[in-house]
């Protein structure tokens, strides 16, 4: 592992850009070198869980929304969770999951609203043209 991290300080102090290294690293370093990589091209950011599991209130707080409302959401199936005992967990990867579905859905919703306003905008610009040859 450390010959892995003084690989990837070594391209890092190179100034060319993309970075381009070459690594051995355990498989589970590597699923959470995947995570990782994931979770900023959903977020927009750096997001590395501290652990695998969070609990309902923990994972409610990451999403923003009330621990009800997950529980919700966990009964629906959209998001995956874990029995232990008789309390749920969630695991990083169904937050991340939930996140991205979540960000897709508004990418979408916002794509539906300007191809409304733009048909609004076309059908006023229609009647204006019409109302002017009366």
């Known amino acids: 592992m450390e010959r892995a991290i003084q690989s990837v300080r070594a391209a890092l102090a190179e100034t060319n850009d993309p970075v381009a290294v070459t ?5 589970d370093t590597a699923q959470k070198l995947l995570e990782l990589l994931e979770a900023e091209g959903i977020a927009g ?9 969070f609990t309902t209130t923990e994972a409610a707080k990451m999403l923003g929304i009330s ?7 966990i009964d ?7 029995k232990v005992a008789s ?15 979540r960000a897709v859905s508004r990418s979408r919703a916002a794509e539906a609203i300007e191809g409304f306003a ?3 905008k076309a059908g006023f610009q229609q ?4 109302g002017g040859n009366d």
């Open 87 to 101: 309390h749920h967990r969630i695991p990083a990867p169904a937050i991340a999951r939930y996140e991205h579905a």
């Open 45 to 53: 950011a750096v997001v590395v869980p501290v652990k695998e599991q």
């Open 76 to 82: 629906s199936g959209e998001i995956d969770s874990v």
């Open 118 to 120: 733009d048909d609004v």
């Open 23 to 27: 690594l051995s690293i355990p498989r």
């Open 67 to 73: 621990r009800p409302t997950l529980m919700k959401l």
């Open 127 to 130: 009647n204006v043209s019409f």
